[in-house]
């Protein structure tokens, strides 16, 4: 494990270099360098807009309603963020074939931007930039319900069964997607490398993934700006920005 910033950026690259299966895994670390806030930085508006539970979103039109206000707030925070080196990088390695997919915490949806298929990206934490029926599961764009909801005030119902339309994100309190934590668990399992970049690995079950992928082999690393708990089981600690640390790839 090394901390000196050069030393272990030139140890990842050759840590890259010898892979043969390298499995990416991203925390909102690798979007604050786009201009998306992350959740704990000191005066995140994440803290002014926090989400709604789950179960208050289902139970409540009044807090549905909050939901969406603060859903809009934050999305008007990040308006216009694009993919960065680190997720140019990422997708480099899929694109070159050395990468099967990678797995993500964010719901940004920077790395569909950054050019890896929708089919190579396992989304943990579901998706932002849509939303879908709760009873029925129909998709439905942003775009139709943002100015809906600004006339009316009113929470947007499902335009195929009337049930009720949330953001496609997995909130505090509702159950996991079980067939994204398959697919995760799958990639894990393939992986000879596993690149955990902008994590703190303080959120589970996904933060179980890195702790698989060691205890099934692969050599693990770690690119983030602060500790975390996983830093001792990792072959190798880089702190340094993300896209610095992956530019040789981009």
């Known amino acids: 494990m090394q901390h000196d910033s050069e030393d272990a950026i030139a140890e990842l690259h050759a840590m890259l270099d010898c892979a043969s299966v390298i499995v990416g895994f991203t925390g909102a670390g690798i979007s604050t360098e786009s201009g998306v806030p992350d959740f704990r930085s000191p005066g995140s508006p994440w803290m002014v807009n926090k989400p709604i539970p789950f179960d208050a979103f289902v139970r409540s ?79 439905h764009e942003l775009a139709a319900i943002r100015p809906a909801f600004e006339a009316s005030g009113e929470p947007p119902s499902c335009i195929m069964c009337g049930g009720v339309v949330k953001s496609a994100t997995i909130s505090f309190g509702q159950a996991m997607p079980q067939a994204q934590m398959l697919r995760a668990h799958d990639l894990t399992m393939r992986a000879d490398l596993f690149l955990v970049a902008g994590s703190s690995l303080v959120v ?47």
């Open 204 to 250: 589970f079950p996904a933060a179980t993934f890195p702790v698989i992928a060691k205890r099934n082999g692969a050599k693990l690393v770690i690119i983030n700006r602060e500790p975390t708990e996983q830093d001792v089981i990792a072959d190798l600690v880089v702190r340094a920005e993300i896209g610095a640390a992956l530019a040789p790839l981009a």
């Open 61 to 139: 039109r009044a807090a549905r309603i909050e939901a969406w206000r603060r859903k809009f707030t934050m999305d008007d925070h990040f308006a216009g963020a694009g993919p960065n080196r680190g997720h140019r990088a990422l997708a480099r390695l899929i694109a070159d074939g050395r990468s099967p997919g990678l797995i993500t915490q964010n719901i940004d949806n920077l790395h569909q931007a950054s050019g890896i298929p929708d089919d190579r990206i396992v989304e943990l934490h579901g998706n932002g930039t849509y939303a879908t029926c709760l009873t029925c599961g129909w998709r």
